[in-house]
């Protein structure tokens, strides 16, 4: 590929985002998701819940850990998501992440936050993404790829019910 050329990983305002953000392909900070599963893993709450910890996780941690993204143009059907990508928003939302997991039957870790409006976003072992907010729970996305490009393009996520 000619350096000059965006990568097509991304549509184009999601790529401009990221890349504005401090995001580029081959991004990989290994060792601050490192540190980041070792906190999770050793927070239990006082109730006795605790942080699930998996190579997904992991991974998209090492390649968008600490962007602050804020996209710039309008959204198609919602309002786009600034974003911080940090898991230890989640610490202390270990409860609720265990409760989806059960529902979901699978693990859940925390992977940042919707700053506008706080919402938890999370990310399963198969690498959906899901934001937890007030109103629900939703999922964003059969992958981080596809659920940074929904948030960040303001597509509307499916809330997640029951059935």
Known sequence: MHPDRTTT????????ALRAAGWQ???WDIKQAE???????EHTSPT????????AAVEAWAEFGNLHITPTGPGRQIAPATLHLDPLHGLHHTRTLTDLSRALDTDVSPLGTE??????LAIDTQGRVYALDHT???YLGPTIDQALTALIAGHTPTRLTAT
């Not at 540190?35 to 893993?41: E, F, G, K, N, P």
């Open 35 to 41: 540190i980041w599963a070792d906190t999770l893993r």
């Open 115 to 120: 700053t506008d409006n706080h919402s938890l």
């Open 48 to 55: 006795g819940h605790r942080h699930a910890v998996f190579p």
């Open 25 to 27: 392909p081959g991004r």
């Open 136 to 138: 629900g729970d939703w």
């Open 9 to 16: 990983r991304f549509p184009v305002p999601t790529d401009a």
